[in-house]
């Protein structure tokens, strides 16, 4: 089966300008994940959609991040105006949504504020 | 209370060894604990999960240990290899209810050849 696929790879924007990342999940998965990680830490959850609803966005912040997830399938996540401490790999991941299913990741966007 | 606390934060092993790294939590409503394998530019993927009713659980030369008691657990990878060289991260949630996973903070873990 095709994994989650993400784009673009890399990004590199100076700070106050935009940026919009893109997710497609496995084909099926009902739940999909936006993570940030910040270099040498774990991920962390920034929002959570069950089909095209969301779940979680309790660790979004919601004055410069957005997301959307139309026709629960395809996502995007969107920063305005980006700050320099939003230069992280950007993760999307989807799931079955069902107990005890596993998250599957993409590879990630690395973000590079200037 | 929702964190995952993991250690050590980088460890080199001699290939055949094994390597073993610890993870500590509080929230006793934990119900899954997954590991995660990173390499360098891709996404965290499954490698082995366990649930809190049983102590143990193995596939192939990776195992988990659980003390529920102790709020821990380890993974413990046999035979280390230098393919084995990634960056592991423990994880917890309340997957009975399909919480958020908390992470743990990753061991880059370096396998000497």
């Known amino acids: 089966e095709a994994g989650v696929a993400q784009s673009p790879r890399y990004k590199i924007i100076e700070k106050r300008q935009s940026v919009a990342f893109w997710c497609n999940p496995i084909s099926g998965h009902a739940t999909l994940y936006w993570y940030q990680q910040i270099l040498g830490q774990g991920p962390k959850l920034l929002i959570q959609f069950q089909n095209n609803g969301v779940v979680d966005d309790s660790q979004l912040p919601k004055d410069r991040f957005s997301a959307e997830r139309l026709k629960g399938v395809d996502s995007t996540l969107k920063i305005q105006p980006a700050k320099l401490e939003d230069s992280a790999v950007y993760l999307c991941?989807?799931?079955?949504?069902?107990?005890?299913?596993?998250?599957?990741f993409g590879d990630g966007t690395r973000l590079s504020i200037l | 209370q929702q964190q995952v606390k993991q250690s050590p934060q980088s460890l080199i092993v001699q290939k055949g060894g094994i390597s073993i790294i610890n993870c500590a939590y509080e929230?006793?409503?934990?119900?899954?604990f997954p590991w995660y394998q990173q390499f360098p530019g891709k996404g965290p993927a499954l490698l082995i999960a366990?649930?809190?009713?049983?102590s143990e659980k193995k596939e192939g030369r990776f195992t988990i240990s659980f003390n529920k008691s102790a709020k821990q657990f380890s993974l413990h990878i046999m035979d280390s290899q230098p393919g084995d060289s990634a960056t592991y991260f423990c994880?917890?949630?309340?997957?009975?209810?399909?919480?958020?996973?908390?992470f743990g903070s990753g061991t880059r873990l370096s396998i000497r050849p």
């Open positions: 929230n006793t409503a934990f119900d899954y």
């Open positions: 991941a989807s799931s079955l949504g069902s107990l005890y299913q596993p998250q599957h």
């Open positions: 366990i649930r809190p009713d049983v």
């Open positions: 994880a917890a949630s309340i997957d009975s209810s399909a919480s958020k996973i908390i």
